[in-house]
């Protein structure tokens, strides 16, 4: 079974769930993993062979990726990071042409979960619980309209990046940031993600809350599995909505001043807390690997409860005659 997982980078342990994945299937896992800086990327390292790529968001990243999947014999293509999403979901049906899989929705559900003003306007128009949004520009036009508590962030931001929690507008100006923000209802109490899997034919075959206890750098650094149904109510409502789900997406959510949920980010792709849904008993990697090959699928929703990650930090060492 050959894997290549691209933006590789740190994701050490999403390779590690494949390769175990594909062992449990009884097959020969061969690990491929693409960087922009292989040899400097510890997944890349621990991987079977390495590859480099072009920038995700330069042109012609995905026929790069394209190329070394045909020379490699790779079955499946797994993507890590938002930059590189358009190019590749663009980019499927080519890799479908050749027999190559690659675990990835649809263009349009790219385009929602890559902008975060598109993502609200599209869970409110889909009746979907979603946090009051707006773009600076258009809240400093009407103060008095937001008042209390309130979060700016990037309009394209991800991982956390460049989020700051706000407790008024005055003061702000466009001009005081390098990109186009927005303006959204601060949400209170636990942060939860919940970790969706999607079968080729866009059906919802699982849903896993995990709250996230710590977090560091924009990912969950602890979590614990909990069972909810209003998140696992708005994932089953996410699925209906979503144009052309496919594989892994992951989405978060936080309590509003009502107490009920609102959903405020989509992530098409693997979050990076997947691993804990992976352990809690829902290996999206083993059912990926099963639809890739035709084999019998395992895919449901029976993933355990009360699983608790704790994340740590871990060193690769390697010397100068390694490359």
């Not at 206890?213 to 209003?230: F, N, Q, Y």
């Amino acid at each position: 079974m050959r894997i290549l997982l691209t933006s590789a980078g740190r994701r050490v342990e999403l390779l590690g769930c494949f390769r175990r994945a594909a062992l449990d299937l009884g097959l020969k896992p061969l690990l491929h993993a693409a960087d922009l800086a292989p040899d400097a990327s510890a997944a890349c390292r621990l991987a079977d062979a390495r590859h480099a790529v072009p920038r995700a968001d330069a042109p012609g990243y995905a026929d790069a990726v394209l190329a070394i999947a045909r020379r490699e014999g790779v079955q499946l293509v797994v993507p890590t990071i938002d930059t590189e999403l358009a190019a590749l979901a663009d980019a499927r049906p080519a890799f479908e042409a050749q027999g190559i899989h690659v675990a990835i929705g649809s263009p349009e559900l790219v385009a929602i979960a890559r902008d975060k003003q598109r993502t609200a306007a599209f869970l409110h128009a889909s009746g979907i619980p979603a946090p009051r949004t707006a773009p600076l520009e258009d809240a400093l036009g009407d103060p008095g309209g937001w008042q209390g508590a309130l979060f700016l962030k990037p309009r394209h931001g991800s991982s956390g990046r460049g989020i700051r929690p706000v407790e008024s507008l005055a003061g702000l100006s466009v001009q005081d940031f390098p990109e186009p923000m927005l303006v959204q209802e601060r949400l209170s109490g636990p942060e939860f993600t919940v970790n969706c899997y999607f079968d080729r034919a866009g059906r919802l075959q699982a849903a896993v809350p995990h709250e996230r206890l710590a977090v560091r750098g924009g990912e969950v650094e602890k979590g614990v599995t909990r069972r909810d149904p209003e998140l696992e109510s708005i994932a089953r409502a996410l699925a209906a909505a979503l144009p052309g789900p496919v594989g892994a997406l992951c989405f978060q959510a936080m309590r509003g001043a009502d107490g009920r949920f609102r959903l405020f980010e989509i992530n098409a792709r693997f979050g990076g807390g997947y691993p804990l849904a992976h352990e809690a008993g829902a290996p999206f990697a083993r059912w990926l690997i099963e639809e890739c090959l035709g084999l019998p699928p395992s895919a449901g929703n029976g993933w355990k409860e009360g699983v608790r990650m704790l994340r740590y930090d871990s060193s690769l060492f390697l010397a100068d005659d390694q490359g």
